[in-house]
DNA sequence: AAACTGACGGGCG
DNA sequence: ACGCCCGCCAGTT
């Protein structure tokens, strides 16, 4: 289990500056495609203690049609979008990323423990 | 121990 | 596009 949050992790660092992902994506890259709260779950795990990466991109991850599901769980309910504005991701008039412009899919060898 | 709660996703009408 | 419902499964009550 912990090494599944691990493996959260490890793809989570994987996102280029200026893309995002989804629950979905990483959660069916590890093999677990219908566990995508899990992946929530394992990020939440990082706002706490920041035992492992504080560092890590969270901001990258939305759900499947580009909300941000997560802002309540940053430092401020706006930052997650602040940050991805500040790395040039565009967002619709709906409020949510443009997925068709900045999606990345996670792929290679960084799924394997 | 049982019930509830989601940083989710898919299918259906 | 939208709402609804169901499956999922580790934490929290």
Redesign the pocket.
């Given at each position: 289990?912990a090494d599944f949050f691990d493996r959260v992790w490890r793809v989570v660092a994987l996102i280029p500056e200026g893309r995002v992902t989804?629950?979905?994506?990483i959660?069916r890259h590890l093999g677990l495609g219908?566990?995508?709260?899990?992946?929530?779950?394992a990020?939440?795990a990082?706002?706490r203690a920041g035992a492992r990466g504080p560092d890590l991109p969270?901001h990258r991850?939305v759900?499947?049609v580009g909300e941000l599901?997560?802002r309540l769980?940053?430092e401020t309910p706006t930052v997650m979008e602040e940050r991805l504005r500040a790395e040039g991701v565009s967002f619709l008039d709906d409020g949510r990323v443009d997925l068709a412009r900045h999606l990345w899919e996670p792929r290679g060898a960084e799924s394997l423990p």
């Open positions: 289990m989804t629950y979905g994506h959660a219908r566990s995508a709260r899990l992946v929530g779950h990020l939440h990082v706002g969270c991850v759900n499947r599901s997560g769980r940053f």
